[in-house]
């Protein structure tokens, strides 16, 4: 069974760090894309940031709204992809998920396993 595992959610305050973690089991993470959604209540599920497999070029890519702000890595040995968020604001507030497939996309429909979601929760 493929699984992934958020974690690493909570409550901070505007301009806080918090770093989410991906676990994966029943399949090698390195050998997918892997990407990052968001979704505040309301709107619609978002892309955040995706990398690319660790077998092809590893690229990684950001939303225009967490450039500079949120990088995304892999640790291969702990099948872990991680999102780590700085100056985070109450606009970052929302259930954060990660999902898996064969090449990144910013698209729902482009990941075919995805996580239950962690909550990220940012006061002003």
């Known amino acids: 069974q493929l699984l992934l595992v958020e974690s690493g959610g909570g409550l901070v305050h505007t301009g806080d760090s918090l770093r989410l973690s991906c676990a994966a089991s029943g399949f090698n993470l390195a050998y997918r894309a892997v990407a990052w959604f968001r979704q505040a209540p309301g709107n619609e599920r978002e892309g955040v940031s995706c990398i690319d497999r660790s077998d092809g070029a590893g690229a990684t890519y950001y939303a225009d709204f967490v450039k500079d702000r949120f990088a995304i890595s892999r640790d291969n040995a702990k099948n872990t992809v991680y999102l780590e968020m700085n100056s985070l604001s109450p606009e970052d507030t929302a259930v954060y998920y990660c999902?898996?497939?064969?090449?990144?996309?910013?698209?729902?429909?482009?990941?075919?396993?995805w996580g239950q979601g962690t909550q990220v929760t940012v006061s002003s």
């Open positions: 999902a898996a497939d064969l090449h990144c996309s910013g698209s729902v429909a482009g990941f075919g396993t």
